[in-house]
């Protein structure tokens, strides 16, 4: 959708390197959130913002790191890559924490780790 | 737990054939939303439900809050092959964080 990029779109990774995946969004949206997909287990939270260097662990945070240094830009780091963190990692935004307001989603980054 | 049960997990229809998936939850919902993803692409946000008893139509795409507020469904009237991908329900974690949790999803396959 407009107003939100994921960089890269596709990455194939050595276990045990780091890798980091880029959220770029131009709506100026507080709220950003990553979440994974994998067959049988629909989209999983990782870890979300929710401002400026304001952020917090999902259900399967282990492993990852996140910062926001700017409104913009929110960066998913997988320490140490393992294969099983192959997966499709999805980016969203959200113009507020309260009830009334639907995700817009990235493109995805597809990750593979051999 | 706060988890979101989503069935069937698939279903195959032929294309003019109804279809439905349902979204159950064991605690009371405050609002649910639906979102469908495409083949290869990403999720894409439809429609959310807030009232009890609430019903909303987009074109052939009928959308129920259950009366408990525990439950609900998507249905699709006489499915077309542009309908093909998976559907998710999603619910409000806790906290004003906007924070989603998914359903797993039913994918949708339609035989012309």
């Known amino acids: 959708d407009a107003g939100i990029t994921q960089s890269p779109r596709h990455k194939v990774t050595e276990t045990g390197t780091p890798v980091t995946l880029r959220c770029h969004q131009t709506?100026?949206?507080?709220?950003m959130y990553w979440y994974r997909q994998d067959p049988g287990h629909g989209l999983r939270l990782i870890h979300y913002?929710?401002?400026?260097?304001?952020?917090d662990k999902g259900e399967v945070s282990d492993g990852y790191s996140v910062s926001r240094s700017k409104t913009e830009d929110f960066l998913l780091t997988l320490e140490s890559a393992t294969s099983s963190q192959t997966s499709v990692y999805f980016c969203?935004?959200?113009?507020?924490?309260?009830?009334?307001?639907?995700?817009?989603f990235g493109s995805g980054t597809r990750l593979t780790v051999v | 737990g706060q988890q979101v049960m989503q069935i069937p997990q698939y279903q195959h229809v032929q294309e003019g054939e109804d279809f439905t998936t349902y979204c159950n939850s064991s605690t009371t919902l405050s609002n649910i939303q639906w979102y469908k993803q495409r083949p290869g692409g990403h999720p894409v946000f439809l429609i959310q439900?807030?009232?009890?008893?609430e019903v909303k139509k987009q074109k052939r795409l009928t959308f129920q809050f259950g009366e408990a507020k525990k439950n609900s469904s998507l249905h699709i009237t006489a499915t077309q092959t542009t309908d093909v991908g998976t559907y998710f329900c999603?619910?409000?974690?806790?906290?004003?964080?906007?924070?989603?949790?998914f359903g797993q999803g039913t994918t949708l396959q339609v035989k012309p």
């Open positions: 439900l807030v009232k009890s008893g």
């Open positions: 969203a935004i959200s113009e507020a924490g309260t009830a009334l307001h639907g995700y817009t």
């Open positions: 709506e100026n949206h507080r709220y």
């Open positions: 999603a619910k409000h974690g806790s906290g004003n964080t906007g924070k989603l949790i």
């Open positions: 913002s929710y401002g400026v260097k304001d952020t």
